[in-house]
């Protein structure tokens, strides 16, 4: 298909979104990261039954602890994608680096680096 | 198990804010398995208080340690060798763990970062409900195994009031008349003749009107 996404788009494989718990994301953006979203199965098609729909839980639950520290919950997103729609994986990436950018740099991070 | 409920973020915000070097300290026990102060809730907590902390571009130092146990002296002692090396405690097991890692360490500080709330059960994952209010004499034998003083909201021994209305407590319409659940169980067991014998009024003393409660076996003291 010889689609391209944003580079700075950076991917961490796990075997099912339902892998991906509160203190991976928290971790995440204490590692400097701007923003996170997860692409799961579409619903109603994970291969584990239920692993999207928990990891679409969890996302809620993280934006509920990241409002809670001040970074802002909608810098995570969920959003589900088969495996054959490469064009939608594309989109998501871009759609989502807009989303952040206009977000602007995580706080977090900001100031770690001292100020800017 | 005990059933807490961990504070908000602002709060425990609020209790560390004098302090630079944070000992945050989990229980194995009840508070794991409720999801309010084990191992993974303090990973939570640690990374939640890092993040603010960057934001407001201050300084801390938390080092994250989870206990077997909060409520046996042995266990706490394992943090020993390097409690000195912190301004201060956060632990996030219940009101009994917090207490007594304060007894232990009598100069450092012991913030709680979780409300003990009730002695319950898991009804499903996730959800936890109350089922003892540890009063100090169990009358489960008369009440079809269903306590009066935990499910009725004004505890009464001999029920139900006016307030139960289609099984349901009049304090809330989701809540189930405790009095309704012990007189569907007693049907069920075939017992409904206890329903008949009037539950004499209880002596509190064995509650917490008797004072802070302890208990002694001569036999395994050492």
Redesign the interface.
Known sequence: MRLNYPTNVKIVKVPCTGRV???LI??T??SGVDGVYLAGCLEGECHFLKGNLRAKKRVQYARA??D????GGSRVEMVNMSSAQGQRFAEVAREMTEKIRALGPS???R??KG?G | MIVGNRKTLEEILGMIAPYKKVLLLGCNECVTVCASGGEREVGVLASELKLWHAKEGREIEIREHTLERQCDHEYIDQIKPFVDNYDVILSMACGAGVQYVAEKYRTKPVLPAVNTTFLGVTLEQGVWSERCQGCGTCILDQTGGICPIARCAKSLLNGPCGGSSNGKCEVDKELDCGWQLIIDRLKELNQLDKYEDNIPIKDWTTSRDGGPRRRVREDLKL
């Open positions: 718990d509160i203190l928290l971790r953006f204490e602890l990241l809670e520290v001040g970074l706080p977090a991070k100031k770690l100020g």
